[in-house]
């Protein structure tokens, strides 16, 4: 088995490994940093991060929102570990010389052609779908994908193949006819 | 900054740093692996699962962390995930690797974290309503597998990985 990947990445076997090591380290130092063991996930951020927005313009509606209540709206371990994300992705891509600033992806342009705007409403209107799923399911593909199916929850086992299975069937829908 | 924040800002950025690397993160990546062509995804979590989950039960029985389940709310979990499911395709992201994709570049990506915003909000508001309705059908709780059928975890770990390993192996006589 090769250590690096045709498109110079690192294998996705071994560096899925260490994600794992990470998850357990990650475990460890909440837990003994912040007194309660925090799981990695993503998807609540979103909830905060747009709270944080309505806040500005309408402070009195967001404050009686009982989800926003109950999420409570401040930058926490999970909204900085989604920045540090973007940071870390950001090095790697840099220092790895795989850094590319792109538009429209290869598999949409096959389908779609070369249009910003076609993407653009894609990207917007499948990112509202999702996250009111994923916020309805409790967790992403970090939350129950990673974090809960390393507990062997229920919820993530039912989350993750349904995840797949509509995602299989819409992406075999959208993506089958080709632009010549 | 506080503490929670430095230490979810270093883990953060060697999670993305290790999705970059692992080339996960990429549109063509997850599109790649729900229309079956390709499955470095599925490689890269998997291979973190196995790993994790026996870090994370060893720290569990010995006390030192708890457990946390997300719960087996029956109609949240199912539209939900098929809700996910739909998005996702179209998006070609998921929360966490949109902010990874627009770390290497991928603008489009910034009008998959804008409609995420729009759809967090929409759900917060919509959250009432859904909670009498869809979570209000059939919570099973905060359970795992090992409470479904009344094991211990270490029955399942090795059930899981051997089924995880014959499917790497599937993926790799398949050149997926």
Redesign the interface.
């Known amino acids: 088995m090769k250590l690096k990947t045709k498109d110079g990445g690192w294998n996705p076997y071994f560096a899925g490994a260490l994600v794992g090591i990470l998850a357990i380290l990650s475990v460890y130092a909440t837990t003994a940093l912040m007194g309660k063991t925090n799981y990695i996930g993503a998807s609540t951020t979103f909830v905060r991060a747009v709270g944080f927005v309505e806040q500005v313009f309408a402070s009195e509606h967001v404050a009686a929102n009982a989800y926003f209540a109950a999420t409570k709206i401040k930058v926490d371990w999970q909204f900085m570990l989604v920045i540090g994300i973007f940071l870390g992705a950001l090095i790697s891509s840099l220092t790895g010389k795989s850094f590319k600033l792109e538009k429209v992806p290869p598999i949409w342009q096959e389908r779609f052609g070369s249009s910003v705007t076609k993407r653009v409403v894609g990207a917007f209107l499948g990112g509202i779908v999702a996250m009111i799923g994923a916020r309805l399911a409790d967790g992403c593909p970090s939350g129950h994908g990673l974090s809960g199916m390393m507990q062997l929850s229920v919820s993530s086992f039912v989350a993750l193949v349904l995840f797949f299975a509509a995602g299989a069937l819409t992406a075999a829908i959208v993506y089958k006819r080709r632009v010549s | 900054?506080s503490?929670?924040?430095?230490?979810?800002?270093?883990?953060?950025?060697?999670?993305?740093?290790?999705?970059?690397?692992?080339?996960?993160?990429?549109?063509?990546k997850q599109?790649?692996?729900?229309?079956?062509k390709d499955m470095?995804?599925f490689?890269?979590?998997?291979?973190?699962?196995?790993?994790?989950?026996?870090?994370?039960?060893i720290?569990s029985d010995m006390g030192?962390?708890?457990?946390?389940?997300?719960?087996?709310?029956v109609g949240?979990?199912?539209?939900?995930?098929?809700?996910?499911?739909?998005?996702?395709?179209?998006?070609?992201?998921?929360?966490?690797?949109?902010?990874?994709?627009?770390?290497?570049?991928?603008?489009?990506?910034i009008?998959?974290?804008?409609?995420?915003?729009?759809?967090?909000?929409?759900?917060?508001?919509?959250?009432?309503l859904?909670?009498s309705t869809?979570?209000a059908w059939k919570d099973?709780g905060?359970?795992?597998?090992?409470?479904?059928f009344s094991v211990s975890?270490w029955v399942?770990?090795p059930i899981?990985w051997a089924a995880v390993i014959g499917l790497?192996f599937l993926f790799e006589k398949k050149g997926l």
């Open positions: 900054m503490t929670d924040q430095i230490l979810g800002l270093v883990t953060g950025i060697v999670f993305g740093f290790l999705m970059q690397k692992g080339r996960v993160i990429r549109f063509e599109i790649g692996a729900l229309l079956i470095t995804i490689k890269f979590m998997l291979s973190a699962i196995m790993i994790g989950m026996v870090g994370i039960f720290l030192v962390t708890t457990l946390s389940h997300k719960p087996m709310n949240a979990v199912v539209i939900g995930g098929i809700l996910f499911g739909i998005g996702w395709a179209v998006m070609g992201f998921c929360p966490g690797t949109s902010s990874a994709a627009l770390g290497e570049g991928r603008l489009h990506a009008f998959a974290i804008l409609g995420m915003l729009v759809g967090a909000a929409i759900f917060a508001e919509l959250y009432p859904l909670s869809v979570m099973f905060k359970i795992g597998l090992q409470d479904a975890h399942l770990v899981f790497f």
